[in-house]
T-cell receptor
Framework: DTGVSQDPRHKITKRGQNVTFRCDPISEHNRLYWYRQTLGQGPEFLTYFQNEAQLEKSRLLSDRFSAERPKGSFSTLEIQRTEQGDSAMYLC?????????????FGQGTRLTVV | RKEVEQDPGPFNVPEGATVAFNCTYSNSASQSFFWYRQDCRKEPKLLMSVYSSGNEDGRFTAQLNRASQYISLLIRDSKLSDSATYLCVVRGGSYIPTFGRGTSLIVHP
């Protein structure tokens, strides 16, 4: 499978615990994005990387959230001291910059439930 | 005002009907436009890009009106399998795709 891959698919955690999600983008895609989606809403932008550089972070990304893409390939999103409001689907997408339209391709997401 | 606005619906239509969704965007410098389809508890998947000249893919037609800053999606001869949420996506020079909240379509027999 050469699509975007996310791991784990589901995560249940207790409030206050730390969680880490992984995203493996399509290999030739330069840009990698993290989004959060809650029920009845569209995906909301969190942050993105071009290669290994984190170029922008949304105001939604509190200081409990950190993302890395150390070698410009896979990325991790860590949430520290989780809160119930962090429960959501976390989606990763990648884009090949050279593509004419720059369509984003999504992974299947990590569904986080904080209890 | 949200960057990308969509009527959440739901649009409840019989099989065979024609249905149209609109989406408005606030950033006049937006450069690329897309419609994505999202099934329940699944990831968004690209349905079609939207070009200035309008484009068609089978039963689906997308149009862009830059002057009024809206894009539209028309679905003809609706099928049960078209039931999903349709997300409008706009991308500006920053290369950050911005999503609307989606429009829910329910096609019934």
């Amino acid at each position: 499978d050469t699509g975007v891959s996310q791991d784990p698919r589901h995560k249940i955690t207790k409030r206050g615990q730390n969680v880490t999600f992984r995203c493996d983008p399509i290999s030739e895609h330069n840009r990698l994005y993290w989004y959060r989606q809650t029920l009845g809403q569209g995906p909301e932008f969190l942050t993105y990387f071009q290669n290994e550089a984190q170029l922008e972070k949304s105001r939604l990304l509190s200081d409990r959230f950190s993302a890395e893409r150390p070698k410009g390939s896979f990325s991790t999103l860590e949430i520290q001291r989780t809160e119930q409001g962090d429960s959501a689907m976390y989606l990763c997408a990648s884009i090949r910059l050279q593509a004419p339209e720059g369509e984003a391709f999504f992974g299947q997401g990590t569904r986080l439930t904080v209890v | 005002r949200k960057e990308v606005e969509q009527d959440p619906g739901p649009f409840n239509v019989p099989e065979g009907a024609t249905v149209a969704f609109n989406c408005t965007y606030s950033n006049s410098a937006s450069q690329s436009f897309f419609w994505y389809r999202q099934d329940c508890r699944k990831e968004p998947k690209l349905l079609m890009s939207v070009y200035s000249s309008g484009n068609e893919d089978g039963r689906f037609t997308a149009q862009l009106n830059r002057a009024s800053q809206y894009i539209s999606l028309l679905i003809r001869d609706s099928k049960l399998s078209d039931s999903a949420t349709y997300l409008c996506v706009v991308r500006g020079g920053s290369y950050i795709p911005t999503f609307g909240r989606g429009t829910s379509l329910i096609v019934h027999p």
